[in-house]
């Protein structure tokens, strides 16, 4: 019973942690004077993913990559089909141009680079697979390019949006900070040895728990985020929030953890990817049905059956 109520205490602190780093951090950066748009890109991009990324270094340190790869990909999935579908029930959520043609084929092709990386049994005939450090290396690169990208598409866009960042006293902003942080490091521990432990408890595997509890757990920040960005009608956030946060999962966290230690893959997670592979083809098809470029409530409660 302790292993299931430190789990869901984990995850409370995993979300709440990621807030306070975020509420902190911004709040630092705009006393300081930094555009909001830059707070935006780097900071409260990070933030949101950073629930991911710490259950991921500590089950890549542990050795449980069954877990930080089932958690990258359960989280993709969670993302494309049941938050894009629940905040395009709440609000039919119209696309960008660029977010059509650029940011969903580039989360689509991560999928694909992760696929190829993967199978190293299946393509080179090797003895295991794994996700090399070489492999990490290469998903950090395909990152900071999708960084250049994004902070080109920034440039364009010179709106500021101040009224969204809480300002507070230093004080309490580098406070904010650090209890985010030790937040985070608690839960992802206690997220990590409650996962091996329920899978034991069930007699399951672990890519099982990775994808579905602690994936849809560590997905809690963008679903809040986008059901938020819909209900007050604000489409591109509620869409690029996911869009881009699929990208971070695969090439910055799965980079970082591959890179601090090789992930060893179980060759029955390729259905895995593949159905990530499947709900980006699903979310690039859906701009072209209907219409254009938006995902009606129905297709939204189709990708939520999904």
């Known amino acids: 019973m302790l292993t299931f109520v430190l789990f869901a205490l984990g995850l409370a602190l995993l979300v709440k942690g990621a807030d306070l780093l975020v509420d902190g951090a911004s709040s630092v950066a705009k006393k300081l004077h930094i555009s909001t748009i830059v707070i935006g890109l780097t900071i409260v991009a990070f933030g949101t993913s950073m629930p991911e990324m710490v259950v991921n270094i500590f089950a890549s340190l542990e050795g449980n990559t069954d877990i930080a790869i089932g958690n990258?990909?359960?989280?993709?999935i969670a993302n494309t089909l049941l938050i894009l579908g629940i905040s395009a029930m709440i609000y039919p959520l119209k696309s960008k141009k660029d977010t059509v043609w650029k940011e969903i084929p580039l989360s689509l092709l991560a999928a694909v680079v992760l696929w190829v990386m993967a199978n190293d049994v299946f393509i080179d005939h090797a003895l295991v697979s794994e996700v090399s450090r070489i492999d990490g290396m290469v998903l950090l690169?395909?990152?900071i390019l999708f960084l250049f990208y994004t902070f080109n598409i920034a440039k364009q866009d010179t709106k500021e949006n101040d009224e969204r960042i809480k300002s507070f006293g230093f004080l309490v902003s580098f406070s904010y900070i650090v209890s985010?942080?030790?937040?985070?490091?608690v839960g992802g521990k206690w997220i990590v040895d409650g996962a091996i432990k329920i899978a034991e408890i069930l007699e399951v595997s672990e890519s099982l728990i990775g994808l579905?509890?602690?994936?849809i757990g560590t997905s809690l920040p963008e679903l809040a985020t986008s059901a938020v960005a819909a209900f007050k009608k604000q489409s591109d956030i509620a869409i690029g929030n996911v869009v881009g946060s699929n990208i971070f999962n695969i090439f910055w966290i799965l980079g970082i953890s591959s890179t601090i230690h090789p992930l060893a893959f179980n060759t029955n997670s390729s259905m895995d990817i593949l159905v990530t592979v499947?709900?980006?083809l699903i979310l690039f098809s859906v701009m072209f049905i209907?219409?254009?470029?938006?995902?009606?409530?129905?297709?939204g409660a189709v990708?939520?059956?999904?």
Not at 290 to 299: A, D, L, N, P, V
């Open 141 to 143: 690169t395909f990152f």
């Open 180 to 185: 985010g942080l030790l937040a985070l490091v």
């Open 278 to 280: 499947f709900a980006s």
């Open 212 to 215: 579905t509890i602690v994936a």
């Open 72 to 76: 990258i990909l359960g989280s993709n």
């Open 290 to 299: 209907g219409k254009k470029h938006t995902i009606e409530r129905w297709q």
């Open 303 to 306: 990708q939520l059956t999904l």
